[in-house]
């Protein structure tokens, strides 16, 4: 399988403090995907990106696709305790309709 | 958005034995992936369930470990076969489709003993 190095691997943080993470990868991809999970849950889908060069935003999330397509960026701004999670970057080769590769994941820790 | 349930949510069950865990999607999608997540790592992809044909398996695992179904556009079924405690983990059915993008289940929490 496809191998995605994100880094760092936990981050522990004060409320209110800017956070960022990125993803690496071996090969290039079409589409990046970032995506959050909580225990017990399965992982929600926060940003997807499409074109090398794009930076896109949902709401304190900020994320952008790498110009050589093999890496990408996420940024939270004014991190609040809800932010706490495991985010994890995952990989597509096509636009649509296949399989994603994920990324190692980054552990989020939030202290009020 | 696309919704998924996935059953059962959560089992034990004793090694030496199969489960199969079940995924619904509201509305048809044409393909639907498979994922396994053990305990504190990332998602690995089982086997992409292809509708009318066998499922596409990734390297590492094979189809009599993990049979996969898919009788139509908004079901398919994953077995984990003669379970041992290293096939503990949560296992999480996803679709992707156009304008609707890499939603997942909730997952199956499995604990072999």
């Known amino acids: 399988g496809q191998q995605l190095n994100q880094s760092p691997q936990s981050m522990f943080i004060q409320e209110g403090e800017d956070v960022s993470m990125n993803c690496t990868s071996s090969s290039i991809f079409n589409t990046w995907l970032w995506y959050k999970q909580e225990p017990g849950e399965g992982p929600v889908l926060l940003i997807a990106l499409y074109k090398a060069g794009e930076l896109t935003s949902n709401g304190r999330l900020t994320a952008q696709f790498g110009i050589t397509r093999k890496d990408s960026f996420l940024n939270i701004s004014a991190s609040i305790p809800s932010d706490v999670g495991i985010y994890f970057c995952a990989g597509q080769f096509t636009n649509t309709g296949n399989q994603f590769y994920f990324g190692t994941g980054t552990s989020l820790t939030v202290i009020p | 958005s696309a919704v998924i349930s996935q059953k059962p949510s959560r089992d034990i069950c004793q090694r030496g034995t199969s489960l199969t865990i079940q995924c619904q999607v509201d509305?048809?999608?044409?393909?639907m992936f498979w994922y396994r997540q053990q305990p504190g790592q990332s998602l690995t992809l089982i086997a992409t369930?292809?509708?009318?044909?066998?499922?596409?398996?990734e390297s590492g695992f094979v189809i009599d470990k993990f049979p996969i179904s898919r009788p139509n556009l908004t079901f398919s079924t994953l077995t984990v076969s003669n379970m041992s405690p290293e096939d503990s983990s949560i296992y999480l059915c996803?679709?992707?489709?156009?304008?609707?993008?890499?939603?997942f289940g909730q997952g199956t929490r499995l604990t072999v003993v």
């Open positions: 509305s048809q999608v044409t393909m």
């Open positions: 996803s679709v992707d489709r156009t304008g609707e993008r890499a939603f």
């Open positions: 369930a292809n509708q009318g044909s066998e499922a596409t398996y």
